[in-house]
């Protein structure tokens, strides 16, 4: 006589269920199944008993739900340890200067401001403009043919007559060009470090001009 017990599809279901459920560790899915399927063999029809195929079936699946599972652990892992040397590497910027996307320039005292440019393709002519609050052009550089890549410049706060402009907030200007098309060139500004900060969406400088940027955006440390 045949006795009512588990069915194979009931070992399935445990599996993916205990997938499912919250966050189970593999040795709480490998527990759940196994005591489902001891139950199923105590239980299974003599008629029609477990065959090889479903037992092997069902093998299977837990093999692959557990390894995802412990696929993600060290996944997860590998996240928080890059995350760890992110804050690491930025903490290191403290007190350094970096170049990151922006046109802003901060003259004050007369002193030499360090900007950039970030240069998307080989360009054969490259022109950079400093204008003022209204506009105006003060200084102009023509600094011919550059590579792909990154540049650093400093202006020395001067005009293009060699005379010292007022203190203030200048913007840089940059037109690039390869055989008379436009090739794309970003402005790059300079602040310094102040301090690193973490949150959901990563690792944020914080610089000196009370801005932040994320360390992503960092062309390059001076």
Do not use: C
């Not at 970030?118 to 550089?141: C, E, F, H, L, M």
């Amino acid at each position: 006589m045949a006795v009512s017990g588990v069915s194979s599809s009931d070992s399935s279901a445990a599996i993916a269920a205990a997938a499912a459920s919250g966050t189970p560790s593999p040795a709480d899915i490998e527990q759940r199944f196994l005591t489902l399927l001891t139950a199923q063999l105590k239980n299974q029809d003599p008629n029609n008993p477990l065959d090889n195929a479903q037992l092997t079936s069902q093998l299977a699946q837990l093999s692959t739900v557990t390894g995802v599972e412990k696929l993600n652990a060290t996944l997860q892992s590998l996240v928080t340890q890059s995350s760890s040397n992110q804050v690491l590497q930025a903490a290191s910027m403290i007190g350094h200067g970096v170049l990151s996307p922006g046109s802003e320039l901060a003259l004050s005292n007369g002193a030499k401001v360090p900007f950039g440019l970030d240069v998307q393709a080989p360009a054969d002519s490259v022109k950079v403009t400093i204008t003022d609050t209204k506009g105006n052009v003060v200084r102009t550089y023509d600094l011919g043919a550059l590579p792909q890549g990154v540049k650093n410049l400093v202006w020395d706060g001067k005009d293009d007559k060699g005379q010292m402009v007022a203190d203030g907030k200048y913007q840089t200007n940059v037109a690039a060009t390869t055989a008379g098309k436009n090739v794309t060139a970003n402005s790059l500004t300079y602040m310094q470090v102040v301090s690193v900060a973490q949150d959901a969406s990563g690792v944020t400088l914080e610089l000196g001009n009370g801005q932040s940027t994320s360390l992503n955006n960092v062309k390059r440390v001076l």
